[in-house]
């Protein structure tokens, strides 16, 4: 009975040790690089590339202008609802046509939010007629996938 009694307390403390977390970095470590999202230059570019395909090469900020907004982003941030928003200009020339980028990011769709609002001068009307569309697009192995052309106004 008395090894019956010592059986059943090692086994109850073996199984409660084993369902405990571990504190060991690099069992932490594995989930966390996998699933670690940087909007770097790389990433950045080939975001590029799938948005001109999407919008059939119809987007008027430059790559560049993507860069340097995305890279103020954190993805981790974006995820847990807070949203990045920038005014910038997309023309080359001097105006007061003021463009915005956004991120954010849909939880139920699981992607990113890339919306657009842009003014775009019209130098023989002294006008900026405003348009508005939006990207979503998802991150797998720090690639952009399922990028698509979500809205369009203006």
């Known amino acids: 009975m008395i090894k019956f009694k010592y059986i059943s307390l090692a086994l109850t403390f073996s199984i ?3 369902s405990c977390e571990t504190n060991d970095a690099s069992a932490n470590s594995k989930n966390t690089a996998s699933s670690e999202i940087d909007f770097d230059a790389d990433f950045t570019q080939d975001l590029y590339e799938k ?3 999407a919008s059939e090469d119809s987007v008027t900020f430059s790559q560049q ?3 340097d907004f995305l ?5 981790e941030e974006v995820k847990n609802g807070n949203s990045y928003e920038s005014e910038l200009l997309f023309e080359s020339i001097e105006c007061d046509c003021l ?3 956004s991120l954010s990011y849909d939880e139920n769709q699981d992607a990113f939010i890339l919306g657009i609002y842009e003014e775009t001068y019209v130098e023989d009307m002294d006008w900026c007629p405003e348009s508005a569309y939006q990207f979503s697009f998802g991150v797998k192995n720090q690639k952009a996938i399922n990028v698509s052309f979500e809205f369009l106004a203006g």
């Not at 890279?71 to 993805?75: E, G, M, S």
């Open 16 to 18: 409660l040790f084993s």
């Open 71 to 75: 890279k103020t982003a954190n993805p």
């Open 99 to 101: 463009d915005q980028m």
């Open 51 to 53: 948005i001109m395909k």
């Open 65 to 67: 202008q993507l860069i």
